[in-house]
Every structure is written in structure tokens, then in C-alpha cells.
């Protein structure tokens, strides 16, 4: 039997049971789950294979699992709203986050997507995450310590008006108010040809956002909003859940391209997207 497939002390275990009701919990000899359906002490989950179903002093039955980032993030200490996890999936792809790379985030507010890129990056890549609040590095340090990815993270207390310290990152991503203003610092940040990401919620932030980065060395910028919906998972009668997470952000994704190309790109014509004006559609 695998080694990794058995809970150790120190190990973070989510416990799940039959009311769906879960609870992330990192392992100690002398801790305990403390729920409505019981208390089940650490000692009696130490040891035990991932899968197996371990019973409370009232006789509730928990399932012990090996959580994961969804896990993770969902249980995580929560300081300010955090990227949903609808969105951090494909952030990371449109960012594309590989093993190796180097990336940079700015704020790092509670840590969600700083846990999701690190986890990411692997061993043989970094993230750098910026933010003014000494708090924001304390609260996302917890969160990464219980995902194991500390060592791949470098939290940076500074104003990131002032520039970002690194040079020829592959990746940037802004979750910011104004991240207009922050464009050219992004840009020295950045490899030529690197990845550039902003999460704002509003449409105004959007436009603002969107004619900065046409005035300067981006191409293929897009904005791309996602929307999710859950179902209750009951075999006798499944349907969509009574409420869904709607609108969280609106997404912005832009390349880095050469700084000394001779004359910015002009904005595309409906037309050059394939599209066809009221006239043509007319005839």
C-alpha cells in the first residue's frame, strides 16, 4: 500500500458526510472534528487509508478524503471575496500555467489564486504575489502552508505603482480596481510575448481597461465572462439548485508584444471579426 495513501499527522483531510456537509481539517495526535453529528477525534483518523468511513461519538458516519484545490480553496480563511473557483481554472489556462513558469499576482487579498498558481507552477516554477497589507500575506500564508505550496510563493509588501521587482515573468495577472494605471509596470514585468490577465466587476472598469491596453504594446486582448450552474445531485429527481452564483468578474486577457513596434494597432472593425453590419445583412 502506498505511503501517500495513508493520513499522516500534519496531513490536511477533508471529512465528508452523508448530509454533505464537509470540513477540511489538518491532522494532530491530539486534535478532534467537532460537529453536529459528533466529535471524532485525530487519533482514530491517523493511519487509515484515503476513502475509509470512520464513525463519530454519536455513531455518524464521515468519509476521509484527500481534499483538493477545489477543497482547499473552498475551505480556506477568508479576509476579502476571493476569485471563484469557476474562474481561477480558466484564468490558469488562459494565463497558460504550466510546471516551470514564473508568475506574477497582484493582490494577493486572501490567497485564492496565489494557491491555485502555485499548485500549478510546481516545485520548478514561482509566483510572485503583491500587496500592501501586510494582513493579506498572513492570512494566504496559512491557506498555502495547509496546501503544502509555501516554498513556491514570494509575497512582496509593496506598491506595485512603484514597478514589480521581477523582470521576464511568463505570466501577469491584476485583480485590482484601477489596473489601467498599472500597464506599463506590467509590461517591464513581463517576457515579450508573455501572458496578461485583470478580473474587474464592472463593465465601465472594463472599457477603461480595454482602450488602455490598445493604446499600448498588447495584442489579442479579450474580455470573456463565465457563468456557472450547480444541480442537485439526487437520482430520483435531479435539477438545477434554487440559486447560482451569477455574475463574479468580468475577464481580461492581452499578449505582450514588442515595445518598439512603430505605430500602435487600431482597433478592429465589426467587420474584421467576421462579423456583418445591418446593410450587408439587408442586401
Same mark, same amino acid.
Given at each position: 500500500?502506498?505511503?501517500?495513501?495513508?493520513?499522516?499527522?500534519?496531513?490536511?483531510?477533508?471529512?465528508?458526510?452523508?448530509?454533505?456537509?464537509?470540513?477540511?481539517?489538518?491532522?494532530?495526535?491530539?486534535?478532534?472534528?467537532?460537529?453536529?453529528?459528533?466529535?471524532?477525534?485525530?487519533?482514530?483518523?491517523?493511519?487509515?487509508?484515503?476513502?475509509?468511513?470512520?464513525?463519530?461519538?454519536?455513531?455518524?458516519?464521515?468519509?476521509?478524503?484527500?481534499?483538493?484545490?477545489?477543497?482547499?480553496?473552498?475551505?480556506?480563511?477568508?479576509?476579502?471575496?476571493?476569485?471563484?473557483?469557476?474562474?481561477?481554472?480558466?484564468?490558469?489556462?488562459?494565463?497558460?500555467?504550466?510546471?516551470?513558469?514564473?508568475?506574477?499576482?497582484?493582490?494577493?487579498?486572501?490567497?485564492?489564486?496565489?494557491?491555485?498558481?502555485?499548485?500549478?507552477?510546481?516545485?520548478?516554477?514561482?509566483?510572485?504575489?503583491?500587496?500592501?497589507?501586510?494582513?493579506?500575506?498572513?492570512?494566504?500564508?496559512?491557506?498555502?502552508?495547509?496546501?503544502?505550496?509555501?516554498? %513556491?510563493?514570494?509575497?512582496?509588501?509593496?506598491?506595485?505603482?512603484?514597478?514589480? %521587482?521581477?523582470?521576464?515573468?511568463?505570466?501577469?495577472?491584476?485583480?485590482?480596481?484601477?489596473?489601467?494605471?498599472?500597464?506599463?509596470?506590467?509590461?517591464?514585468?513581463?517576457?515579450?510575448?508573455?501572458?496578461?490577465?485583470?478580473?474587474?466587476?464592472?463593465?465601465?472598469?472594463?472599457?477603461?481597461?480595454?482602450?488602455?491596453?490598445?493604446?499600448?504594446?498588447?495584442? %489579442?486582448?479579450?474580455?470573456?465572462?463565465?457563468?456557472?450552474?450547480?444541480?442537485?445531485?439526487?437520482?430520483?429527481?435531479?435539477?438545477?439548485?434554487?440559486?447560482?452564483?451569477?455574475?463574479?468578474?468580468?475577464?481580461?486577457?492581452?499578449?505582450?508584444?514588442?515595445?518598439?513596434?512603430?505605430?500602435?494597432?487600431?482597433?478592429?472593425?465589426?467587420?474584421?471579426?467576421?462579423?456583418?453590419?445591418?446593410?450587408?445583412?439587408?442586401?
Amino acid at each position: 500500500m502506498a505511503a501517500k495513501n495513508i493520513t499522516r499527522s500534519g496531513d490536511p483531510v477533508l471529512f465528508a458526510s452523508a448530509d454533505r456537509k464537509s470540513y477540511v481539517r489538518t491532522l494532530t495526535a491530539e486534535g478532534a472534528l467537532m460537529t453536529h453529528l459528533g466529535n471524532l477525534p485525530y487519533a482514530a483518523v491517523l493511519g487509515l487509508r484515503y476513502g475509509s468511513a470512520v464513525a463519530t461519538h454519536l455513531g455518524h458516519l464521515f468519509y476521509v478524503l484527500r481534499p483538493g484545490l477545489d477543497d482547499l480553496l473552498h475551505h480556506a480563511r477568508h479576509e476579502t471575496t476571493i476569485i471563484q473557483p469557476k474562474d481561477l481554472g480558466y484564468i490558469a489556462l488562459k494565463l497558460g500555467i504550466v510546471p516551470g513558469i514564473r508568475v506574477i499576482e497582484a493582490g494577493t487579498g486572501s490567497g485564492g489564486l496565489t494557491m491555485a498558481l502555485a499548485m500549478l507552477v510546481g516545485d520548478g516554477g514561482h509566483v510572485y504575489s503583491y500587496d500592501r497589507r501586510a494582513a493579506s500575506a498572513d492570512v494566504a500564508g496559512r491557506n498555502l502552508a495547509r496546501a503544502g505550496a509555501t516554498g %513556491r510563493v514570494t509575497f512582496q509588501m509593496r506598491d506595485i505603482a512603484e514597478g514589480f %521587482r521581477e523582470r521576464d515573468a511568463d505570466a501577469l495577472f491584476l485583480d485590482v480596481p484601477n489596473p489601467w494605471d498599472y500597464l506599463t509596470v506590467a509590461r517591464a514585468a513581463l517576457i515579450d510575448g508573455g501572458c496578461f490577465g485583470a478580473l474587474v466587476p464592472t463593465m465601465n472598469q472594463v472599457i477603461d481597461l480595454v482602450g488602455a491596453l490598445y493604446e499600448g504594446p498588447w495584442f %489579442r486582448v479579450e474580455v470573456e465572462e463565465l457563468l456557472l450552474r450547480a444541480y442537485k445531485v439526487q437520482p430520483a429527481r435531479m435539477r438545477p439548485q434554487d440559486e447560482m452564483i451569477g455574475h463574479t468578474g468580468y475577464l481580461v486577457f492581452a499578449r505582450a508584444v514588442l515595445r518598439d513596434l512603430p505605430h500602435p494597432l487600431p482597433p478592429l472593425r465589426p467587420h474584421d471579426e467576421g462579423e456583418q453590419d445591418e446593410s450587408a445583412m439587408a442586401e
